[in-house]
């Protein structure tokens, strides 16, 4: 009977590879394996170190309840991409951008993350680089990414952001007997009903930088004591969790004292009976 070379070369050469990995697949097991990641970096792991993966279904689950704690969607695709549509989860889970991945560590320590990309895999390769980077927090891996997101159904947004800020004094007639202390209301709309933040310049040198957040439409009261006398501009805008500011709003007030803050003998009656200032705004003195 004839026998054909080629074959028999082909069922020696298989079964020589078949034996090999037979022999080295317990080294393996035990040791360690390389990934190519991003950054053309190059970082051994441990068969078993790595993210958790998860569904886009299981992840919307964790996400859109905020009972079982707070997981962060973090969106590593392109700026273009992210300024087009991303995921959409609720306050406070919602998702975030990553330009400069320097401070991912620091910024994320110990939370509890879940990473994605366009279609999975530039998302899972991040996550086995900060699982081998030694990333204090857990990492989940969105199997599928954005595509598979959209193709389930799931929520997606682009974002707007909030409106300038109208700011209203209280009580503009009151003129205070003691120093110079005004109070304001700050109102945003934001068009998204996001959470806001305010960052506030009060003219004089000093400032109050993004505090909140606050819900869209709140009145925020925020009062201020001036050390000097004369027209003053206060001027506030906003930002949304998504990072986006919207333009400044601006509120022209004098800064001006009553004759009578000058007078000793007045001064000493407020001094004695603090309770006069409560009547004076009363009366809007």
């Not at 857990?138 to 997101?149: I, R, S």
């Not at 300038?164 to 009903?193: H, S």
């Not at 003053?232 to 803050?261: C, H, M, T, Y």
Request: aromatic share 14%; glycine share 8%; with cysteine.
């Amino acid at each position: 009977m004839n026998r054909n070379p080629a074959k028999s070369y082909k069922i020696l050469a298989i079964g020589l590879i078949l034996s090999l990995f037979i022999l080295i697949s317990p080294t393996i097991c035990s040791n360690s394996v390389t990934y190519p990641i991003i950054n053309s970096n190059v970082i051994s792991l441990k068969i078993g170190d790595g993210p958790i993966n998860l569904t886009v279904n299981e992840a919307w689950g964790l996400l859109s309840d905020t009972s079982n704690g707070i997981q962060i969607p973090i969106d590593i695709r392109s700026e273009d991409d992210w300024n087009e549509s991303f995921i959409d989860t609720p306050w406070p889970e919602h998702p975030r951008w990553i330009g400069d991945i320097d401070n991912f560590m620091e910024e994320f320590d110990g939370r509890e993350v879940v990473i994605y990309c366009k279609g999975g895999y530039r998302s899972l390769l991040f996550c086995y680089q900060y699982s081998a980077l030694g990333f204090n927090g857990t990492l989940y891996n969105l199997g599928g990414g954005f595509t598979a997101w959209v193709d389930a159904g799931l929520p997606i947004r682009n974002n707007t952001p909030p409106e300038a800020p109208e700011i209203k004094e209280v009580n503009p007639r009151y003129k205070p007997i003691n120093g110079f202390k005004k109070t304001f209301k700050f109102t945003t709309i934001d068009p998204d009903e996001d959470k806001i933040f305010l960052y506030i310049i009060w003219d004089d040198g000093t400032f109050e930088e993004w505090i909140g957040p606050y819900n869209s439409s709140e009145e925020v009261t925020i009062s201020h004591l001036y050390n000097e006398q004369g027209t003053q501009i206060v001027r506030a805008k906003a930002k949304d969790i998504f990072e986006d500011e919207g333009p400044w709003g601006e509120l022209k007030i004098p800064i001006d004292q009553n004759r009578q803050s000058y007078n000793s003998f007045f001064s000493y009656l407020f001094n004695r009976f603090p309770f006069l200032e409560v009547f004076l705004r009363i009366i809007n003195f």
